[in-house]
C-alpha cells in the first residue's frame, strides 16, 4: 500500500483523462474525524465546501456510504445532488434513486428483540452506546475504559449468539462497534456496484473510487475492483484490498483540493503539487 501523494502523479493522470468520475467515501473517520460518540461527529465546513465546489465539475457524481442510517448521514453531510447510503447500502437515495433493500424489513421483529436485550447489557455498562438505525443496531464500546471493551463486547456477542445461530439476524464488527443486522447478502460493496450501475454514461462505467477507514470497506474497496482506486484512510500494514493510504481525515480534504485542481470549473489539468 502507498500513499496516494507518493503515487500522485500515476494517479492524477487517470483522474485527468477519465471521460466521468464517481467519487465514493465513507463518513466517520474518512470525511469526518472519529469521536468518541456518534451523535459528536460533523463534516468540517471547509471539507462541506470541497464537496460543494467538487458537485460543480463536469461529469463527476459524488456518493457517501456510511454505516449510519440513511436520515443521519444525508443530514450530517446536508449536500444536495448527491448519492447516500445508510445502513451499509440497506437504503440509498440520490438523483434519480430511491432504494431499500425488499428483504431487510422482514428482519425488523428479531431487530427489536436484540434490541431490548442490548440494552440491558449497555446499562450494565455505563457509557455504553446502543444505536437503533432502523434497519441496522451497533453497539458501540469506544466510549468505555479500555479494561471494560472486551467484557462489554463479549457480553453483547452472548446476547446475540441465538439469533446468529438461527440465522435470523447476522453480526459484522467495526472499529469498536459490532453491527447487527438483517441475514441479507448486501454490503457497502453492494452498493459501491448499484451505484456503478447508475452512473454509466452512454453505456461506459465511470471511474470510481472509494476512500474509507474501516473494516467494513474492504467489501467496496473489492467492488471498485483493479479498474476503480481503493484508498484507505489510517494507519496500518498491507493487508487490506486498498491500494493507497491517507493518514486520516486532514489528507482527505487535501486530496480534495487536489481532485478539484484538476477537475474543476477552472482546471488546468495539473499533474504536480
Not at 469521536?35 to 465546501?49: D, F, M, N, Q, Y
Request: glycine share 10%.
Amino acid at each position: 500500500m502507498r500513499s496516494l501523494f507518493t503515487a500522485w502523479e500515476e494517479v492524477a493522470l487517470r483522474f485527468v483523462s477519465a471521460p466521468s468520475l464517481l467519487a465514493l467515501f465513507d463518513f466517520d473517520g474518512t470525511l469526518a474525524l472519529i469521536v468518541e460518540r456518534p451523535e459528536g461527529a460533523s463534516l468540517p465546513a471547509s471539507t462541506k465546501e470541497l464537496l460543494t465546489q467538487l458537485l460543480s465539475c463536469p461529469s463527476l457524481q459524488i456518493g457517501v456510504i456510511s454505516g449510519r442510517a440513511l436520515a443521519d448521514v444525508k443530514d450530517r453531510v446536508g449536500l444536495d445532488g448527491i448519492f447516500y447510503a445508510g445502513n451499509h447500502g440497506l437504503e440509498i437515495e440520490g438523483p434519480g434513486l430511491c432504494f431499500v433493500h425488499p428483504e431487510a424489513e422482514a428482519a425488523r421483529p428479531f431487530l427489536v428483540e436484540a434490541k431490548r436485550r442490548l440494552t440491558e447489557i449497555a446499562t450494565d455498562f455505563p457509557g455504553a452506546i446502543l444505536e437503533d438505525k432502523g434497519l441496522t443496531l451497533s453497539f458501540h464500546v469506544r466510549p468505555l475504559p479500555e479494561d471494560l471493551r472486551a467484557k462489554a463486547k463479549a457480553r453483547a456477542e452472548e446476547v446475540l449468539a441465538p439469533f446468529l445461530a438461527s440465522g435470523h439476524l447476522w453480526r459484522t464488527e467495526g472499529k469498536l462497534v459490532l453491527e447487527i443486522r438483517p441475514p441479507v447478502a448486501w454490503d457497502k460493496g453492494s452498493a459501491v456496484r448499484l451505484l456503478m450501475e447508475r452512473s454509466k454514461i452512454k453505456g461506459a462505467y465511470p471511474l470510481v473510487f472509494y476512500v474509507g477507514d474501516d473494516e467494513t470497506d474492504e467489501v467496496a474497496f473489492a467492488a471498485v475492483g483493479e479498474e476503480g482506486l481503493a484508498i484507505f484512510v489510517g494507519l496500518r500494514h498491507d493487508t487490506g484490498k486498498a491500494r493507497y493510504v491517507l493518514d486520516g481525515p486532514e489528507e482527505v480534504e487535501r486530496f480534495l483540493e487536489q481532485l478539484l485542481t484538476l477537475r474543476g470549473p477552472h482546471a488546468k489539468g495539473r499533474i504536480g503539487w
